[in-house]
């Protein structure tokens, strides 16, 4: 079945230092992916998503490309703020449609000022 | 982006009494909804979908007599864990289908304890 692998943390930077969290997939078809984002206390929001090959997501100042070769969506920011701190979540979906995830495991991240 | 609440947020109850947890899309309708159940320091893991007006369909290993999910209308699915132990203890999480943004908005979570 499909699955996400996501790069354990959990992940301490300090501010304005490069972020990134790496995800891969497996998957039989060809899905759609996504970044998820679950401040603290709150319910996951979408952070940016891709529908196929070489795409590129991006939402306040995060990024990641759809990499069918490498079958990556790495999760990429220049410079993180304390306010980023947060868990993210890679999540793909079969048959281009985000009615069914399938989520990696999580990563935290923690940016000290 | 749209909002779906959760209700309530926390909720302690006794070992083996019922505990209703209600999801509600508060600006769009939805005719699918998710219930998600979120271990400490682990991903979602979904539990069943539930459809408006249909019975919900649940996940391989979740035992539907224990977590009964009602989807009554397009606004609404409530979760009940019914007799509950303290493992089911879990942060429960709540999702809305919206076709037209083709996206998944999630509710804030309920924290259950069970003692």
């Known amino acids: 079945g499909d699955s996400v692998t996501q790069m354990e943390g959990p992940v301490t930077l300090s501010e304005e230092a490069f972020l990134t969290i790496n995800c891969t997939y497996t998957?039989?078809?060809?899905?759609?992916l996504f970044w998820y984002v679950q401040y603290p206390g709150e319910g996951l929001q979408l952070l940016l998503k891709?529908?196929?090959?070489?795409d590129k997501g991006s939402n306040k100042g995060f990024e990641a490309t759809y990499r069918k070769e490498t079958t990556s969506f790495h999760l990429e920011k220049g410079s993180v703020q304390v306010s980023d701190s947060a868990v993210y979540f890679c999540?793909?979906?079969?048959?281009?449609?985000?009615?069914?995830?399938?989520f990696g495991s999580g990563t935290q991240l923690t940016v000290l000022p | 982006g749209a909002v779906v609440s959760q209700h309530p947020s926390w909720v302690i109850c006794k070992s083996g009494t019922s505990v209703k947890i209600e999801c509600r899309s508060l600006?769009?309708?939805?005719?699918?909804m998710f219930w998600y159940r979120q271990f400490p320091k682990q991903s979602l893991m979904l539990m069943a979908t539930?459809?408006?007006?249909?019975?919900?369909?649940?996940e391989q290993g979740v035992e539907k007599d224990k977590f009964l999910i009602n989807h009554a209308s397009l606004t609404l699915s409530t979760l009940t864990v019914t007799s509950a132990h303290p493992e089911d203890s879990s942060f429960y999480i709540c999702?809305?289908?919206?076709?037209?943004?083709?996206?998944?908005?999630f509710g804030p979570g309920t924290r259950l304890t069970v003692l």
């Open positions: 999702s809305a289908w919206s076709p037209g943004a083709d996206t998944q908005y």
């Open positions: 998957a039989t078809g060809y899905p759609s």
């Open positions: 891709a529908t196929k090959a070489d």
């Open positions: 999540a793909l979906s079969e048959r281009g449609s985000a009615r069914q995830l399938t």
């Open positions: 600006d769009f309708q939805a005719t699918t």
């Open positions: 539930s459809n408006e007006g249909s019975k919900a369909t649940y």
